[in-house]
C-alpha cells in the first residue's frame, strides 16, 4: 500500500481510474451515475475518468436500455479489443505463452522451446516469444499493455525480482527489468501457483469467494492462498511452499536438498519412484517409465499403478486436512497437470480429508478439481496484467 497517498493528486486519479474501470468491468453495461453510486466518486470525477477511458479505447459507451420517454441512457461496457496481454509460463524447457484482449479471451497462443537456462539466454527467447506471438495475432507493439510472466521459485513480485528458481538455479535475478528494457513494455513476475490463483480468482472458480486453496498438482506441489479476498504471500513473499512441507523426515530425497517432503511423494518424480518400488515388490505388472505410462496402468486396472496413486493420494489429503483445519477455507481448488490421474489420486485425499479435518470444517469446504489444460499456466500469467489494469493498488496485497 502506498506510504503516504494523501495530496499525491497523480495517485489518487490512477486509483480512482482502476476503481471505475474494475466496476465496468464486473458489471458489463452501467451508466455513469450508477458508477458514481457504488464506488462513492462524485459524478464530475467519474465523468472525467470515462472521458479519458474512452479516449483510450479501453471502454465505449452504448445507447440502450430503457427509452421510455425521455433520453436513451448511456451505458457503459469494457472494450475487449482496447488493448492485448501476454502471459509466459516459464517451464525447465519451454515457455508456454499465450495472447489475450482485455476480457482474457485467448487469441493466439505457441509453445518455445528455450535456449538455455542463462538469465540473458532467457531473456533473449522471451523476447522472440513476445515478437511472434504479436505477429501470430496481428497485433500492433503499441496494442501490447504488458506481459506477465509466470514460473516456479520464491519471487519477489513487488520487485519483479526471481529471488531463489529451484529449476534454473537463480538467486536474486530481476527478470522484470531484464525484459522491460528489451520489449519496451510493462512486465510483471510472480509465481506460476500465484498467477493460477489469480485467474482463478477473476474468471475460474474462486470468483466471489473470500477464503480459498490453490493447489497444484504435476512435477511439484504448490499452493496459492486467498483469505478474506486478499492474496496472503507471508513476509518476503515465499508463503505456500505446500509441496516442502515434511511429511517423514527419513523419507525420500526432495529435489529441495531435505528429506520427506509432501513433494517427493505426490510430484511426478516421487510418483515415479514409488512406481519402481511397487515394480519391485512385483506390485506393478509394467515398467512406468513416464507418468502418462503410469496413469495409463492404473486407468487399466494395475493394481500396483493404483496403489501408488492411493497413497500419493492419502498423503496429499493429510496434508489438505491440516489445512482445512488452519484456513478453514470455503473452497479447495485443484489444478495442475496431475489432476490427469483423476480419481485414482483424488478418491483417497477425499477420503483422507474426511478422515483426519475437524468434522465441522471438513463440512464447510467444496473441494473444486478442475479442467486442466497446458494454456492454463499461460492464461493465469496474463491474468497478471489484467489484474494491474483493473484493480486498485489499494485493493491488492501489500
Ligand atoms: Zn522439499
Same mark, same amino acid.
Request: glycine content about 12%; aromatic content about 6%; some cysteine.
Given at each position: 500500500?502506498?506510504?503516504?497517498?494523501?495530496?499525491?493528486?497523480?495517485?489518487?486519479?490512477?486509483?480512482?481510474?482502476?476503481?471505475?474501470?474494475?466496476?465496468?468491468?464486473?458489471?458489463?453495461?452501467?451508466?455513469?451515475?450508477?458508477?458514481?453510486?457504488?464506488?462513492?466518486?462524485?459524478?464530475?470525477?467519474?465523468?472525467?475518468?470515462?472521458?479519458?477511458?474512452?479516449?483510450?479505447?479501453?471502454?465505449?459507451?452504448?445507447?440502450?436500455?430503457?427509452?421510455?420517454?425521455?433520453?436513451?441512457?448511456?451505458?457503459?461496457?469494457?472494450?475487449?479489443?482496447?488493448?492485448?496481454?501476454?502471459?509466459?509460463?516459464?517451464?525447465?524447457?519451454?515457455?508456454?505463452?499465450?495472447?489475450?484482449?482485455?476480457?482474457?479471451?485467448?487469441?493466439?497462443?505457441?509453445?518455445?522451446?528455450?535456449?538455455?537456462?542463462?538469465?540473458?539466454?532467457?531473456? %533473449?527467447?522471451? *523476447?522472440?516469444?513476445?515478437?511472434? #506471438?504479436?505477429?501470430?495475432?496481428?497485433? =500492433? !507493439?503499441?496494442? /501490447? +499493455? @504488458?506481459?506477465?510472466?509466470?514460473?516456479?521459485?520464491?519471487?519477489?513480485?513487488?520487485?519483479?525480482?526471481?529471488?531463489?528458481?529451484?529449476?534454473?538455479?537463480?538467486?536474486?535475478?530481476?527478470?522484470?527489468?531484464?525484459?522491460?528494457?528489451?520489449?519496451?513494455?510493462?512486465?510483471?513476475?510472480?509465481?506460476?501457483?500465484?498467477?493460477?490463483?489469480?485467474?482463478?480468482?477473476?474468471?475460474?472458480?474462486?470468483?466471489?469467494?473470500?477464503?480459498?486453496?490453490?493447489?497444484?498438482?504435476?512435477?511439484?506441489?504448490?499452493?496459492?492462498?486467498?483469505?478474506?479476498?486478499?492474496?496472503?504471500?507471508?513476509?518476503?513473499?515465499?508463503?505456500?511452499?505446500?509441496?516442502?512441507?515434511?511429511?517423514?523426515?527419513?523419507?525420500?530425497?526432495?529435489?529441495?536438498?531435505?528429506?520427506?517432503?509432501? %513433494?517427493?511423494? *505426490?510430484?511426478?518424480?516421487?510418483? #515415479?519412484?514409488?512406481?519402481?518400488?511397487? =515394480? !519391485?515388490?512385483? /506390485? +506393478? @505388472?509394467?515398467?512406468?517409465?513416464?507418468?502418462?505410462?503410469?496413469?495409463?496402468?492404473?486407468?487399466?486396472?494395475?493394481?500396483?499403478?493404483?496403489?501408488?496413486?492411493?497413497?500419493?493420494?492419502?498423503?496429499?489429503?493429510?496434508?489438505?486436512?491440516?489445512?482445512?483445519?488452519?484456513?478453514?477455507?470455503?473452497?479447495?481448488?485443484?489444478?495442475?497437470?496431475?489432476?490427469?490421474?483423476?480419481?485414482?489420486?483424488?478418491?483417497?485425499?477425499?477420503?483422507?480429508?474426511?478422515?483426519?479435518?475437524?468434522?465441522?470444517?471438513?463440512?464447510?469446504?467444496?473441494?473444486?478439481?478442475?479442467?486442466?489444460?497446458?494454456?492454463?499456466?499461460?492464461?493465469?500469467?496474463?491474468?497478471?496484467?489484467?489484474?494491474?489494469?483493473?484493480?486498485?493498488?489499494?485493493?491488492?496485497?501489500?
Amino acid at each position: 500500500m502506498p506510504t503516504n497517498p494523501i495530496g499525491n493528486k497523480a495517485l489518487i486519479r490512477a486509483l480512482n481510474r482502476s476503481t471505475v474501470l474494475n466496476m465496468i468491468k464486473t458489471n458489463d453495461l452501467i451508466a455513469r451515475a450508477e458508477v458514481a453510486r457504488r464506488t462513492g466518486l462524485s459524478p464530475a470525477t467519474v465523468t472525467s475518468i470515462t472521458v479519458d477511458l474512452v479516449r483510450d479505447n479501453l471502454i465505449f459507451e452504448k445507447a440502450t436500455g430503457d427509452s421510455s420517454g425521455g433520453r436513451r441512457p448511456i451505458l457503459l461496457a469494457i472494450n475487449p479489443h482496447g488493448g492485448y496481454v501476454i502471459g509466459i509460463k516459464l517451464t525447465e524447457t519451454q515457455a508456454i505463452s499465450a495472447l489475450t484482449d482485455l476480457e482474457a479471451n485467448i487469441i493466439t497462443k505457441g509453445t518455445d522451446t528455450l535456449s538455455g537456462h542463462s538469465p540473458e539466454k532467457v531473456v %533473449e527467447d522471451l *523476447v522472440k516469444t513476445v515478437s511472434s #506471438l504479436l505477429d501470430q495475432g496481428g497485433i =500492433r !507493439k503499441k496494442q /501490447l +499493455l @504488458g506481459v506477465g510472466i509466470g514460473l516456479a521459485g520464491i519471487i519477489d513480485a513487488s520487485r519483479g525480482v526471481l529471488r531463489q528458481s529451484p529449476i534454473y538455479k537463480w538467486q536474486d535475478v530481476p527478470l522484470k527489468d531484464m525484459l522491460q528494457k528489451r520489449i519496451n513494455a510493462p512486465v510483471y513476475l510472480d509465481n506460476d501457483v500465484n498467477t493460477l490463483t489469480l485467474a482463478e480468482r477473476w474468471y475460474g472458480s474462486g470468483q466471489k469467494v473470500d477464503n480459498f486453496l490453490t493447489i497444484t498438482i504435476g512435477r511439484g506441489v504448490g499452493m496459492g492462498i486467498v483469505v478474506n479476498g486478499r492474496f496472503y504471500r507471508g513476509a518476503s513473499g515465499g508463503a505456500g511452499e505446500l509441496g516442502h512441507t515434511v511429511v517423514d523426515p527419513e523419507g525420500p530425497l526432495c529435489e529441495c536438498g531435505k528429506h520427506g517432503c509432501l %513433494e517427493a511423494y *505426490v510430484g511426478d518424480p516421487g510418483l #515415479l519412484r514409488s512406481a519402481v518400488e511397487a =515394480r !519391485k515388490n512385483v /506390485l +506393478l @505388472g509394467f515398467e512406468a517409465k513416464t507418468i502418462e505410462d503410469l496413469v495409463r496402468l492404473a486407468n487399466e486396472g494395475d493394481p500396483g499403478a493404483r496403489q501408488v496413486y492411493a497413497q500419493a493420494g492419502e498423503l496429499l489429503g493429510r496434508s489438505i486436512a491440516n489445512l482445512v483445519n488452519i484456513f478453514n477455507p470455503s473452497r479447495i481448488i485443484l489444478n495442475g497437470e496431475g489432476t490427469r490421474a483423476g480419481e485414482w489420486i483424488f478418491g483417497p485425499m477425499k477420503e483422507a480429508i474426511q478422515c483426519h479435518a475437524m468434522p465441522a470444517l471438513a463440512s464447510d469446504v467444496e473441494i473444486i478439481i478442475d479442467r486442466w489444460g497446458d494454456d492454463k499456466w499461460a492464461y493465469g500469467a496474463a491474468s497478471l496484467v489484467l489484474r494491474e489494469l483493473f484493480e486498485s493498488p489499494v485493493h491488492r496485497e501489500a
